[in-house]
C-alpha cells in the first residue's frame, strides 16, 4: 500500500505565510448606574436592551442604604426608574436622588429617567410636579404624540405607550418637548444629555401582571383602565413600543462622552 499522492504537495516558506489573523480583545464598557426604588424592582426591558449591548447594570437601590457616586467617572450612564412615592415627598433618599441628579447633569453622561425617575430630573432643572388637577390618572395605554423634535430624534414611535402614574410635571425651562398627551401634557423631554419619559416602556409582561395585581388600589383612579384592557391594549400596541424603546437606547447610550470611551479602552 502507498501513501504517497498523486498530488504534488506545495510548500509555503514561513516568510511566505500569512500570520493567523488577531482577533481584537474586545474594549470593557463601563457599566450603566441603575437606581430601583423597591426590593422586588428591576430595569426591566432598559436593563435588557443595556445588557445586550455589552453593558454591564450597576444596581442601587437607595431608599434601602446604598449610596450613589459622587462622580459617574466609572460608569457609562445613569438611569432612575419608578416607584410608588412622589417626587414631592420629604423622604431623604427622594430628596437625596433630586439633588444627585446634578452629578450627570454636570458631568455630561447619558441621564435617563422614567416616570418618578423623569418627575425628579424635572425638580433638579426647577419645574413643578403636581397631580391632575381633577384627580386623573395614567394607568394603562394612553396616545402620544410626538413633537418635530421628538420624531427627529427617533423616528416610528408608537401610537400609545403604558403608563402608571398619578403625577405630571411642566416642561423645564430650557428643555425640549419631545411628545406630548393629553391629560398629562409632558411626556418625553430632552436637556442636553438627560432625557425624562413620563411613560414606561421597560414595563414586560411579567411586571404588568405584578402591577396590575399589587397596585390595584390605584387602578380604581379616574382615568385608569380595567386590568384586562391593559393586557388587551399590550397585543395591539407592544411591539411598537419595544421597537422604539431599542432605537431610543441605542442613541441615548451612543451619548457617552468620547473621552469616556477612550479611558476605558486604556
Not at 459617574?72 to 438611569?79: C, F, K, N, T, Y
Not at 441628579?101 to 458631568?107: D, M, T, Y
Not at 403608563?163 to 411642566?170: D, N
Request: aromatic residues 10%.
Amino acid at each position: 500500500m502507498s501513501f504517497r499522492s498523486d498530488q504534488s504537495s506545495v510548500v509555503v516558506p514561513f516568510a511566505n505565510r500569512r500570520p493567523a489573523p488577531v482577533t481584537p480583545e474586545p474594549i470593557p464598557m463601563r457599566p450603566v448606574l441603575i437606581v430601583l426604588h423597591q426590593e422586588t424592582s428591576t430595569p426591566g426591558r432598559i436593563g435588557n436592551a443595556l445588557r445586550a449591548l455589552g453593558y454591564p447594570l450597576d444596581i442601587r437601590r437607595p431608599r434601602f442604604g446604598d449610596a450613589l457616586p459622587e462622580t459617574l467617572d466609572e460608569h457609562a450612564g445613569a438611569v432612575i426608574f419608578g416607584g410608588p412615592m412622589s417626587a414631592n415627598d420629604p423622604d431623604d433618599y427622594v430628596r437625596r436622588e433630586i439633588d444627585w441628579i446634578a452629578v450627570p447633569l454636570r458631568e455630561q453622561r447619558p441621564f435617563l429617567g422614567i416616570c418618578l425617575g423623569a418627575q425628579m430630573l424635572a425638580r433638579q432643572l426647577g419645574a413643578v410636579v403636581a397631580p391632575h388637577p381633577q384627580g386623573r390618572v395614567e394607568v394603562g395605554y394612553y396616545p402620544i404624540s410626538p413633537t418635530d423634535a421628538g420624531r427627529a430624534l427617533c423616528p416610528n414611535w408608537p401610537a400609545r405607550v403604558y403608563h402608571w402614574h398619578g403625577e405630571g410635571f411642566q416642561l423645564p425651562d430650557g428643555a425640549e418637548l419631545l411628545a406630548a398627551g393629553d391629560d398629562f401634557p409632558t411626556q418625553a423631554f430632552q436637556f442636553d444629555n438627560a432625557f425624562g419619559l413620563q411613560f414606561h416602556p421597560d414595563v414586560t409582561y411579567a411586571m404588568m401582571h405584578r402591577w396590575t395585581t399589587r397596585g390595584c388600589v390605584r387602578m380604581d383612579s379616574p382615568g385608569a383602565q380595567p386590568r384586562d384592557l391593559h393586557f388587551a391594549q399590550r397585543a395591539v400596541y407592544d411591539a411598537a413600543e419595544r421597537a422604539w424603546l431599542k432605537h431610543f437606547i441605542d442613541g441615548w447610550i451612543a451619548r457617552v462622552p468620547r473621552t469616556v470611551m477612550l479611558q476605558a479602552a486604556e
